[in-house]
């Protein structure tokens, strides 16, 4: 069975620092892949998502993320967090043949501190 | 207005009562999809449609019943309320099949049972 894991619940970084929010799934085949955002008393809006082809990713808002097969991860960055990106962020995997083997992660928690 | 829009945004009902979310989308996109929200667990998929008068259990969908008579519309009913059942509720809709396609999201509804 699909799962996805993200480390850290909660991740705290400062104004202009490196945001690096990390989901790692299992599958016994390459999935999709997705990253939502959730702002505070609203629905996801997806960020990136990765299905085939270049393994690197960029997602609006500066965001980008990166598939790497052999560590069966899909860790989420920006080079330098803003206030504004202070926000809930999942993970996401999908089996390829079936719509209800969507997974979503537990989510990570994004603080930033001014 | 355009979009997807969910009512109402917030209930509060009674253990054993009967309670309906309403979902309505005005892209005549064919899928739809309910999701809870709970601390720790993400989103966990209720039931989903792939396309008016077809329905299909996700992962979650004991005491929740659907229906989807119009391509825009895609109620959720919870027949007999428990407190188990409190959660932010998420509808979403995609254009096509599979998870390749971007999923939008509604704002919400907030459910209280007591």
């Known amino acids: 069975a699909q799962s996805v894991t993200q480390l850290g619940s909660h991740v705290s970084v400062s104004e202009g620092a490196l945001v690096l929010l990390r989901c790692n799934y299992s599958s016994s085949v390459p999935p999709y892949l997705f990253w939502y955002v959730q702002y505070p008393n609203q629905g996801l809006q997806l960020l990136l998502k990765?299905?085939?082809?270049?393994?690197l990713v960029k997602g609006i808002n500066g965001f980008e993320a990166e598939f790497k097969k052999s560590e069966t991860s899909f860790h989420l960055t920006k080079p330098s967090a803003h206030m504004s990106d202070a926000a809930e962020y999942f993970c996401a995997v999908s089996d390829k043949t079936s719509y209800d083997k969507v997974i979503f992660g537990p989510g990570t928690s994004l603080s930033v501190i001014p | 207005d355009a979009g997807i829009t969910q009512s109402p945004r917030y209930k509060i009902t009674e253990t054993g009562r009967q309670v309906t979310l309403m979902c309505h989308q005005t892209?005549?996109?064919?899928?739809m999809f309910w999701y809870r929200q709970d601390l720790g667990h993400g989103l966990r998929l209720i039931y989903y449609?792939?396309?008016?008068?077809?329905?299909d259990k996700g992962e979650v969908p004991d005491g929740y019943v659907v229906s989807r008579s119009k391509t825009e519309n895609f109620p959720l009913t919870l027949e007999s309320a428990t407190r188990s059942q409190t959660s932010v509720y998420f509808c979403?809709?995609?254009?096509?099949?599979?998870?390749?396609?971007?999923?939008?999201f509604g704002q919400g509804t907030r459910l209280t049972v007591v």
């Open positions: 449609s792939a396309a008016a008068d077809i329905t």
């Open positions: 892209w005549s996109h064919s899928y």
């Open positions: 979403a809709s995609s254009l096509g099949g599979g998870w390749a396609t971007e999923a939008f």
């Open positions: 990765y299905t085939t082809g270049a393994t």
